[in-house]
């Protein structure tokens, strides 16, 4: 590898064919690409296709299964032999398909959740995946990003990095932009390089791509993403032990009804097939493989809501939540601030215009204002470059590359004819970044003349304790007692109209002055105000009266003026009459008891900083609640990792701050929030559904067989069916049932407790009650047709199976509601209605095709019988149904 480091930026760009203020071209990237590879890290070997599908005949059942059919073939029973190793292969080959579809919903959820990176390319700043980067791309991080790849610093405003995955040293390195002349240093002491998979803890910074993939420092000591492995979720590893058990349970019924058929002379080796048949038909090996396809179909549902599960467990733990913490900057509101009042001179001045539109005028009254009103370009110029937002033009409209806030600046500065030309003609010397805890952001810039000024913007609660002047007209004034109070009564005024306030500030500086932040941002001038208002979003009080109605609680988290953050939760109706309203300084005051004590009633939190999330998350949780918990800085993540549900911002969220999180929202938009929430708890109850089918229809196959049994009636089912049956009803009608629509009531229901056990809410009763009559009437339908026909036992044998085909398939319709059959119309889920003629169809094929009636041991049956078989197969959920049990 070069080193990097050794070289100026000058000698880099040349090396690399490109300049840091044009970017490189498209052509150029196709044409890197196509050199260098995408920009990833070796990942693990896949297991061979040929290997999964083995895998499906693993279980020890099948085996046995597999064995009996050879002894079969060895006896001269090569019809029976050939035609269960068939069904054994198609349901092979089904489990194959269906663990390949879930392992390629996986893989796509890590494609959509990989980290972005900000590109300069064909002189625009752009968002691309980071495996799109090529050596020579020109590449922004600021704190809580991820390094993208191997960067040479260009450009550094504060930026440290914690390099902890690559030197083990976890305190932050600072980091610049000048060459380094010495030789052999190690990764940890090149300090203007950034290298891929550290992060950004502070500032920001340019750099250009030196490395990508395994050319980077990260890919030479090792893939940390090579060593994933897929956790299964709490309810996959619930279901798996609940597979244990069935497992048993069916073993012990089918060597009880091996054994009663020995004792009544049936022979041996029939038996014995019959037995296995019946254990490999009840025993539901099939249910983790349909639950990872349900939760990864449900998965797939919620990207096209604008939500990216992380984390499939989130899914679950969707179902349970009964608060929602969510930030109000983007989530709940627009997040296109706009600046609709500025306090200045003392007066206040209203801005016309909304969202990013640069048309719009300053007025006092009705009077127009011009550009030479006293301090107002000043301010709007000072706005303009304690600033890191850029405005773009893409289709003839405006949008903001960068913060919001910075955005409705550069807005309010258009407004009165401000471009970015204005600021060329000063240097920014010193940036001290904006972060949560100083709530306040400075430059220092040098004009054209040579004369350096400080410009500080941020909260007004944080920056009139520095101001000791303010500006009036032309000029500067002691700022008194009283112009405080004046400007403490125009901050609240706005608040009142729920408008956002930030103050700007400034201070003329010597060129001897000390550079050091304690230092600089004191004895401040006190400019004036902007008023800004970011609108909530429409469908926001909708999504909130939603969440309400499913017993799910929406508490409001922002670093707004209390009086802005009440008037925004009244508008979207979050906040009840009773309800409370905590600041952050109360929250400092209170202990975590305390705040537990009166937390039920809190709906909003004012004036909050990142840290106060955790105590918040923490009071909550011990309050017995389960907590979605909404955050985009990187001081977010530690309440998002602490919360039950974590859930980062696809737009504004750092990288950081998307590891953690267990959702992310493609939109940042608070009704995702709901839609994700409504189809978490959708798709556990598709769980439910399927485990209830199955299951009901597995008593149901082996309590015929037991009947007959106790009976001394022959075999109801000969081994190939039963086989048949497992094969046409449990495949892809249990998977529709995972494609179902959620049922009206979902959002209206409280929320699941985590404690919940599988067969909760009657689901044990039900399988078994459904199972008991599935098996009765098929047990009927035999003793109706073999009694009036004893010499032809295949008639009856016929019957039985197309009536036990029938029930089953009936009693899938049953399943889609948790109160009766009649509750829901069978044509909403139109995949279900497919699966099931379906079906239907190869049941039809088994009993009328005179190839296969050998095989399958059937024959022709007649109008009446089928009448017979329909009546006997509706019965147990027409039955229920009425009595909506």
């Not at 520095?466 to 009283?482: A, G, P, S, T």
């Not at 609108?535 to 922002?558: D, F, L």
């Not at 959708?682 to 309590?703: D, H, Q």
Request: aromatic share 6%.
């Amino acid at each position: 590898m070069k080193k990097w480091y050794q070289l100026d930026v000058e000698h880099v760009e040349q090396k690399l064919q490109v300049t840091v203020n044009r970017g490189l071209s498209s052509k150029q990237v196709e044409q890197r690409q196509k050199q260098y590879g995408y920009n990833l890290l070796e990942s693990k070997k896949q297991t061979p296709k040929w290997l999964i599908f083995l895998k499906q005949f693993q279980d020890f059942m099948v085996l046995v299964l597999l064995a009996a059919t050879l002894i079969a073939g060895m006896l001269g029973e090569f019809v029976d032999a050939v035609a269960i190793m068939v069904i054994v292969l198609v349901n092979g080959f089904i489990g194959y398909f269906q663990e390949q579809k879930a392992e390629k919903s996986l893989e796509k959820l890590k494609e959509l959740s990989a980290p972005m990176a900000n590109v300069f390319r064909d002189k625009r700043w752009e968002k691309v995946n980071s495996r799109e980067l090529v050596v020579g791309d020109i590449v922004k991080v600021g704190s809580g990003d991820r390094i993208p790849a191997d960067i040479r610093i260009v450009k550094s405003s504060s930026m440290e990095t914690e390099e902890s995955a690559l030197t083990g040293e976890s305190l932050p390195v600072m980091k610049h932009a000048s060459a380094i002349m010495r030789d052999d240093l190690d990764a940890g002491d090149q300090v203007n390089m950034g290298f891929m998979g550290t992060l950004v803890t502070r500032g920001s910074g340019i750099g250009i791509v030196v490395g990508t993939g395994m050319n980077t420092v990260m890919g030479q000591i090792a893939s940390l993403m090579s060593n994933t492995k897929k956790i299964p979720t709490p309810l996959e590893r619930k279901l798996a032990e609940l597979g244990k058990i069935l497992i048993v349970v069916a073993i012990l019924l089918t060597i009880l009804v091996v054994g009663l058929g020995v004792i009544q002379g049936h022979p041996v080796y029939h038996m014995f097939l019959a037995g296995v048949s019946l254990a490999v038909a009840a025993i539901p090996e099939g249910l983790p493989a349909i639950v990872t396809v349900a939760l990864s179909l449900g998965v797939q549902r919620m990207i096209r809501k604008k939500a990216i599960v992380r984390k499939l467990s989130a899914v679950e733990t969707l179902g349970c939540a009964s608060v929602i913490c969510s930030d109000k900057t983007g989530t709940m509101t627009e997040n296109q601030m706009t600046v609709k009042e500025v306090f200045l001179n003392g007066e206040n001045l209203t801005v016309t215009g909304d969202g990013y539109d640069i048309e719009g005028h300053f007025q006092i009254g009705k009077q127009q204002l011009k550009r030479d009103y006293p301090n107002l370009e000043m301010m709007l110029l000072y706005g303009q470059l304690c600033n890191n937002a850029a405005l773009q033009v893409k289709k003839g409209k405006y949008f903001v590359d960068g913060d919001p806030t910075d955005g409705a600046l550069l807005v309010a500065a258009r407004k009165i004819g401000l471009s970015t030309s204005n600021s060329e003609s000063f240097q920014v010397i010193k940036e001290i970044p904006f972060d949560s805890d100083r709530k306040r952001m400075s430059v220092v810039v040098e004009d054209e003349n040579g004369r350096r000024f400080l410009i500080t913007k941020g909260a007004p609660d944080v920056l009139l304790p520095r101001c000791n002047y303010f500006l009036e007209k032309d000029e500067r004034k002691i700022l008194k007692e009283q112009d405080k109070q004046n400007i403490e009564h125009a901050i609240d005024d706005m608040a009142e109209k729920a408008l956002r306030t930030i103050a700007i500030s400034m201070k003329q500086l010597s060129k001897d002055v000390s550079l050091e932040t304690g230092f600089l941002e004191k004895d401040l001038t006190f400019i004036g105000l902007y008023g800004m208002i970011d609108p909530p979003r429409k469908e926001v009080r909708h999504a909130i009266e939603e969440c309400r109605q499913a017993g799910i609680k929406t508490v409001m988290i922002t670093g707004d003026h209390v009086k802005t953050a009440r008037a925004i939760a009244k508008n979207l109706r979050l906040l009840p009459d009773d309800g409370l309203v905590l600041e952050g300084q109360q929250l400092n005051q209170m202990s975590t008891d305390e705040l537990e004590e009166m937390i039920e009633d809190v709906y909003v939190f004012a004036r909050v900083t990142p840290e106060h999330k955790l105590k918040i998350v923490k009071a909550f949780q011990n309050k017995g609640h389960i907590v979605a918990m909404t955050g985009d800085g990187v001081n977010d993540a530690p309440a998002i990792k602490a919360s039950d549900i974590g859930i980062s911002m696809g737009i504004s969220g750092t990288d950081v701050t998307k590891e953690a999180s267990s959702l992310v929202l493609m939109d940042d938009n608070f009704a995702t929030i709901k839609a994700a929430i409504k189809e978490g708890r959708n798709i556990y109850e598709n769980i439910r559904k399927f485990i209830r089918y199955l299951l009901a229809s597995n008593v149901g196959e082996i309590l015929v067989m037991l009947f007959a049994m106790l009976l001394g009636m022959p075999l109801p089912l000969v081994p190939v069916q039963i086989l048949w049956v497992n094969l046409v009803t449990d495949g892809l009608p249990a998977m529709a049932l995972g494609l179902d629509q959620p049922e009206g009531d979902v959002m209206k229901r409280g929320p699941r407790s985590p404690k919940e056990g599988v067969f909760a809410r009657g689901l044990g009763f039900k399988i078994i009650s459904r199972g008991f009559l599935i098996g009765a009437v098929t047990l009927i339908a035999f003793m109706l047709t073999y009694q009036n026909n004893p010499e032809n036992l295949i008639y009856g044998q016929t019957i039985a199976f197309a009536t036990l085909v029938m029930a089953q398939l009936i009693h899938v319709f049953d399943c889609r509601s948790e109160k009766s059959v009649f509750d829901r119309n069978p044509f909403e889920n139109i995949y279900l209605v497919l699966a099931v003629i379906s079906s239907i169809l190869l049941l039809l094929i088994v009993i009328y095709w005179p190839p296969l009636q050998p095989i399958f041991h059937t024959m022709t049956l007649t109008l009446r019988d089928w009448m017979l078989i329909i009546g006997l197969g509706a019965l147990p959920t027409v039955l229920f149904g009425f009595t909506k049990r």
